[in-house]
Nanobody
C-alpha cells in the first residue's frame, strides 16, 4: 500500500521559513521522481518543484530562489525548505510520487 505523509506545515509570519517533510512507504522511493505542489482556496493545484533520483531539481518560477527541494533516499523522505515566505504562499501543500501518488496535504499559512 502506497502512503505519502506530509508534515511540517503551520502558521508563520511573512519573511519566515518552514521545512516540509514527506515520508513515503510502499513505493520504490529511491527510483521515483518526487515533487511538491500546492493548492490555495479557489485555485487549481500548482506545481512547485520536483527532484529526480539523481538529485536534479526543477522549480516553478514562483518559488525559484526561495524554495529548495531535497531528498534522503535512506529515509524515504523528500523535503521542501521554504524561505522568505509571503502571504500568497498560503495553501495546502501536497507531496507527489510519480507517476500519480499523492499525500493528504499539510496546511501552510503565512500572515502579513
Amino acid at each position: 500500500q502506497v502512503q505519502l505523509v506530509e508534515s511540517g506545515g503551520g502558521l508563520v509570519q511573512a519573511g519566515g521559513s518552514l521545512r516540509l517533510s514527506c515520508a513515503a512507504s510502499g513505493i520504490p522511493f529511491s527510483i521515483n521522481i518526487m515533487g511538491w505542489y500546492r493548492q490555495a482556496p479557489g485555485k487549481q493545484r500548482e506545481f512547485l518543484a520536483f527532484i529526480t533520483t539523481a538529485g536534479t531539481a526543477n522549480y516553478a518560477d514562483s518559488v525559484k530562489g526561495r524554495f529548495t527541494i531535497s531528498r534522503d533516499n535512506a529515509k524515504n523522505t523528500v523535503y521542501l525548505q521554504m524561505n522568505n515566505l509571503k502571504p500568497e504562499d498560503t495553501a495546502v501543500y501536497y507531496c507527489k510520487g510519480w507517476p500519480g501518488y499523492w499525500g493528504q496535504g499539510t496546511q501552510v499559512t503565512v500572515s502579513s
